[in-house]
């Protein structure tokens, strides 16, 4: 289920779609049997008629405004590190980071903002813990 307060969409004049991005809840399950808990950005989409007038940026700050605001320090994605370094993405964290489906491991990105995460681990989907 997306991150409701991580996620957004914008419309045009006429109220179409015109750029949507959604926040994920993932885990990074480290080689050590550790779990962290992190927010995996994305898709981020912009219609053909609204590229290249910002919106996709303009996407990207309000999303990350809301998770500063919000304590969601950990965010990952996939994309392209030429747009996404901007906003505080890099791959030095994710290089032993495993995903399902294939990925360039240059365009496995993360923004930890000072949290440090293993260099090690596998991305799943996030469950909660459950005490019983």
Same mark, same amino acid.
């Given at each position: ?9 914008? !419309? ?7 750029? @949507? ?13 550790? +779990?962290?808990? &992190? =927010?995996?950005?994305?898709? =981020? ?9 910002? @919106? ?18 950990? &965010?990952? @994605?996939?994309?392209?590190?030429? !747009? ?21 491991? +240059?365009? &496995? ?12 681990? +596998? ?6 813990? &459950?005490? =019983?």
């Amino acid at each position: 289920m997306p991150v409701p307060a991580l996620s957004r969409a914008a !419309f045009d004049g006429d109220g179409r779609l015109a750029g @949507l991005a959604q926040s994920w809840p993932v885990t990074l399950m480290a080689a050590d049997a550790g +779990r962290h808990d &992190l =927010v995996l950005v994305g898709p =981020v989409a912009v219609a053909a008629t609204m590229r290249g007038h910002g @919106l996709g940026q303009r996407l990207m700050t309000a999303i990350l405004g809301a998770a500063d605001q919000s304590g969601a320090r950990a &965010l990952m @994605l996939v994309g392209d590190p030429e !747009f996404y370094g901007r906003f505080g993405f890099s791959a030095t964290a994710t290089a032993g980071w495993e995903m399902p489906g294939p990925v360039e491991r +240059r365009r &496995l990105l993360a923004r930890l903002n000072g949290i440090t995460l293993p260099h090690q681990g +596998r991305l799943v989907p996030f469950a909660p813990v &459950l005490d =019983v």
